[in-house]
Each structure stands twice: as C-alpha cells, then as structure tokens.
C-alpha cells in the first residue's frame, strides 16, 4: 500500500503559503535594515565610560585590565624603549617607544629654555586626564620627559590621508565626521570648564596648527594632546589672557587677537588688549569645516549649521554662543538629520 503524498492543491500541516513566507521574509530584512541604520547612526558619545577611568596618578591604556601607577623617572629610564622619532616642535621632540609590548609616545624637552612650557604642558596632562585628552602614562620632571598613548592614526591634521584609505571607506560618511566635528566641541567645552577653570587653547593661531593640538585614536575619537598652551581665563577676578607676545595675522584668529591701532603704529605687546576664551569659538566653523570635508552630504550639514557659525563669528565676543551652546546645535542637527534619513529609508521599503 502506497504512501499517501501533499499534492500541489492542498497543504501538509508543517507547510505555509507562500505569501506568508515572503512577508516573514520582508519583515525579517526590514529588522535587519533599520540595526543597520542604526549602527550607521551611532548616537554622539564615546566608547570610553568613566567606569573605565583610572584614579589620578594612574592609568590603563589598549588591552590593559587593571590600572597601573603612572611610571617613574627610573621605569622610564629602563623599562621604555625608544625607537623612532615621529614628530617635533617648538618645546619637544616625540619618539614612537615600546613599553612592555605597548606602544608609546616618548617626549622629550629640546631646548632648556623652554623647559616652563613643557612643565605647564605636563601640568595640564596630569589634571586633565578624561575621556578628552591623550592617557598619560608616566613622566620624569628631572629627564624632561612625558610617555603617553601612542595613537598610530596621528594628529588630526592627517585625517583627509586617513579617510582616502579604502579600509576606512566605511568611516568616511557626513555623520562620522560630524561626529568628530562634536567631540572637536566637547573638547573645547570641557577646557571652558575644567577642573583648572577656563583654559584656552592658545596654540591655534591658524589651522594647520589647530589641528596638530589634537589626536585621531584608533577607534576615531579626538583626544587633545599639546597642552603646552593653555592659560587661565578667570571672570570673577577679571584676568584675561594673550596668546603669546608677538603679533598675529589673518582671519583665522578671532579680530580681538589683531593688533587694533593700525599699520602705522608699531605692535607693542604690552600695548595689544587681553581677550577671553571666546577666542576659541571664533575658530570653531573652520575646524568643523575642515572635519566634515567634501563627502556626499557635508555641504547638507554645513547649511543646517549655518546659523550657529555665523553666531560663533560675531566679531563682538560676547555675542558669541558658549562652547556649550554649539555642541548643543550640533546635536540637534544631527539627531534631524538623522531621523530624516531614517525616515526616508523606511518610506522606501
């Protein structure tokens, strides 16, 4: 007696229609598509959590479980290996170093008389240490040199070089650089408010330079890491700064840092006015500018942002917005933003 078989008019109970299928199938793709959209739209922030800060004096860096002492001048002397250099300035010279299978920066002070500006630097290193500056990781006062994190991807001046790479195709998006053009902010918004007070990068009197402040880490975030120049803007008592003692030219420093009685009167340092930090927030569209490059959909975000630049370019300082109040408008661009191309890409499912 032969096996009774489904036939192509009726239906086993393990069987469905094939409609039903193609709408599971539908439905299961949808889910798939908007995590991907959701990862693409990585919520401003970064992956570092307090919970992973190290009490001061201490630090943990790469692949590290547990926090470690910051390293003394003898740890330094023996236990660091030095083996190229990579880069150097006014006050230091930096060597890519080797420290127990991590990779290292090793600066080392040039000249001795700048030794105040490297120990200022160094101050700063040590009070600052958060989510938004470089991990220090050791120092010798008496050698004149600081060990910190070895960022491989450089200074964020490197950032065009670094994105044209085919690997890193996936990264060079508006809201990627958007992103970093955020922590740019938050950067300059926790040096307004930091534990020391009101810092101003000072090292900034035009765009290459800028960027040279700051590193591009491996997971493209932005840490500061020149902290030579940074000083004190304090309200209360009315002290205000200058950045450095010779003239500054061009549009890219704010007007109040030129010399105001003309080209017929020599500049004479103690003659040229002090001026506060709103110094920095002049120079925030052209960083950002700079950060969202000329990718498909940069020109979008630099109309969505033009009010807040033209707020941050009032040649009165007080009219400028707070670092505070741009991070604030960038968030909420790209949260629009964001949700609008979400919202399209639904709509067309």
Not at 3 to 29: F, I, K, Y
Not at 145 to 167: A, D, M, Q, W
Not at 183 to 209: A, F, Q, W
Request: proline share 4%.
């Amino acid at each position: 007696m032969r096996q009774q078989h489904g036939t192509r008019n009726g239906l086993t109970h393990r069987e469905l229609p094939r409609g039903v299928g193609l709408l599971l199938a539908m439905a299961l793709m949808n889910v798939a598509l908007y995590l991907c959209l959701d990862q693409l739209f990585i919520s401003p922030g970064r992956s570092t959590t307090d919970s992973r800060r190290c009490p001061p004096g201490y630090f943990r860096m790469g692949r590290m479980r547990n926090c470690s002492r910051w390293l003394s001048c003898e740890e330094l002397r023996t236990e660091v290996r030095q083996l190229k250099r990579v880069g150097e300035g006014a006050v230091k010279r930096v060597f890519l170093s080797e420290w127990k299978e991590h990779k290292v920066a090793l600066s080392r002070l040039t000249r001795l008389e700048m030794k105040e500006d490297f120990l200022h630097g160094l101050q700063m290193l040590k009070s600052l240490q958060s989510e938004h500056v470089v991990t220090l990781v050791g120092y010798c006062e008496e050698d004149g040199t600081i060990l910190t994190e070895y960022h491989p991807l450089g200074s964020l001046s490197n950032l065009e070089e670094t994105l044209n790479l085919s690997k890193y195709q996936d990264v060079n998006t508006w809201q990627h650089r958007l992103q970093l053009a955020m922590e740019y902010v938050s950067i300059i918004n926790y040096l307004h408010h930091s534990p020391l007070g009101t810092r101003v990068m000072c090292d900034s009197n035009d765009l290459p330079k800028t960027l040279s402040q700051y590193l591009l880490t491996s997971n493209f975030s932005i840490v500061a890491n020149d902290l030579d120049a940074l000083p004190l803007v304090d309200h209360d008592s009315g002290v205000l700064i200058k950045c450095g003692h010779r003239e500054l030219h061009g549009d890219f420093v704010a007007p109040e840092q030129l010399w105001p009685y003309g080209e017929d009167s020599p500049f004479q340092d103690d003659l040229m006015p002090s001026y506060n930090e709103k110094v920095d927030i002049w120079k925030i569209p052209d960083v950002s500018s700079f950060l969202l490059g000329h990718v498909e959909g940069s020109d979008m975000v630099r109309f969505h942002l033009f009010d807040i630049h033209k707020a941050c370019k009032s040649q009165i300082p007080a009219e400028r917005p707070t670092a505070q109040n741009v991070l604030d408008a960038y968030q909420r661009v790209f949260h629009s933003l964001r949700d609008t191309v979400m919202l399209q890409t639904k709509e067309m499912l």
